[in-house]
């Protein structure tokens, strides 16, 4: 990160954010004062909290000067990293630290510190507790977003979300025309066979429950127990997000994959087709069915379904179409990597849509289930729309707690329907 004097500089001129962090060093005789052991194990566990990020010592966070540090000192600084990264942040924070040269306002070289600090895949706790970085400065994470965050990177020691127990939910709450979908015949009764798929999970001592993925699954109506198990979905007029252009809005609830099969029903209903003139009579569509199923399958598997209130958000536009998709993206994919990794928040959710068939009715998707395994939903994606549109598709992380697609149109309103 920053690889470059160039670019490290040039980050230090505009000044700290989240991925940036200062700090001035001084010592006293021989010992070493600023900065504070404590409040450097808070800055340094609170970017593993967040995001990769850098720490510079050397250089001053208010004037952005570089102080530098005395070359006989940077072993002593060093020193103070690797304690502080193994001894006051728990757990231990993996780092790397660099030893380079940058010039001062007179253009005379001080040596710095770098060091690179990578996303974890731990919740880390420092000595003034839990910390992340929001802009330039660290906060505590407040108990809720803690939890999720916990749960997000397989901390908490505890079970998945989607394989905990929903409380008041019992075996009848499920539809055994709906999990019959993910067993085979047995003589074995069907508390067994679904507790063994994970549909139904038990707390030690306790009574037997639905699990989370179960209900999403199996329950012909999720959000009597989930409340935000659901899709909204609304077509504009125009390209603002105003309520008095809607023109169709829905609330798509059900088992997962029939959410997703309205909610292509809703896009067939209210997207665009262009039609030549041509003998063939050639039409095309606003958006890519390939692509749009695709992402609502990501955005349904993936989702964080432990943020309470946040539900799916399928908006069309004339120009665009944008899903929004609560919680941040699991483990330590970036935006950027997308394309090229795999991984999961919900094993068991994705495993399950992998055994369900798709509807004859949703159209030519290219599968015949909801999922595959090989992870190529994020490439369809980019490459099915921007074929048809001309434009690459955009995703962009809001808040670190909502993913946001846009696809764009391929036709931007009724008067290129006919061609």
């Known amino acids: 990160m920053f690889d470059s004097r160039e670019e490290l500089l040039q980050k230090i001129r505009l000044g700290e954010d989240t991925s940036l962090e200062l700090k001035t060093v001084r010592f006293k005789g021989d010992r070493l004062s600023a900065p504070a052991r404590e409040d450097l194990a808070d800055e340094i566990a609170a970017i593993a909290n967040t995001h990769d990020g850098v720490l510079v010592l050397g250089v001053d966070d208010k004037t952005r000067d570089i102080d530098g540090i005395p070359v006989e000192r940077l072993e002593a600084v060093e020193r103070l990293i690797f304690e502080v990264c193994t001894d006051s942040v728990k757990p231990s924070v993996v780092f790397r630290s660099f030893r380079i040269e940058l010039p ?39 108990p809720d977003y803690l939890a999720r965050l916990f749960q997000q990177r397989s901390q908490a020691r505890l079970i998945r979300f989607e394989e905990q127990t929903v409380p008041g939910t019992s075996l009848g709450d499920l539809a055994e025309n709906l999990w019959r979908r993910y067993t085979t015949r047995s003589t074995e009764p069907d508390e067994v066979v679904l507790l063994k798929r994970n549909l139904l999970s038990t707390e030690e001592g306790g009574p037997l429950r639905c699990s989370v993925a179960g209900v999403l699954l199996c329950s012909e109506r999720p959000e009597r127990f989930l409340t935000s198990a659901y899709i909204e979905a609304v077509r504009y007029r125009g390209i603002r997000q105003d309520s008095n252009y809607q023109v169709d809005a829905r609330k798509i609830c059900g088992p997962l994959d029939a959410q997703i099969n309205q909610a292509m029903s809703f896009l067939m209903l209210n997207q665009i087709v262009a039609a030549s003139k041509t003998p063939q009579r050639v039409e095309t569509p606003q958006f890519s069915t390939r692509a749009v199923f695709e992402a609502i399958v990501n955005a349904v ?48 959710i994705t495993s399950l849509l992998a055994e369900t068939h798709v ?26 729309s921007e074929k048809l549109s001309g434009i690459r598709p955009v995703y962009r992380l809001i808040d670190e707690s909502e993913l946001l697609l846009t696809m764009f149109a391929a036709i931007k309103d009724e008067s290129d329907a006919t061609e």
Do not use: C, W
């Open 104 to 142: 001062d306002s007179a253009g005379m070289p001080r040596a710095v510190l770098k060091v690179e600090v990578p996303r974890s895949l731990f919740v880390h706790e420092s000595p003034g507790g839990y910390f992340h970085r929001q802009g330039s400065s660290k906060r505590k994470i407040p």
């Open 301 to 348: 598997a993936h989702r964080d379904y432990s943020i309470a209130g946040s539900k799916i958000r399928f908006f069309i536009f004339d120009d665009r179409m944008e899903i929004y998709s609560p919680g941040a993206l699991p483990n330590t994919v970036t935006i950027e990597s997308m394309a090229l990794r795999q991984a999961t928040r919900n094993e068991l």
């Open 359 to 384: 509807a004859e009715t949703v159209g030519d998707v290219g599968r015949g289930s909801f999922m595959e395994k090989r992870g190529d939903g994020v490439p369809i994606i980019l490459h099915e």
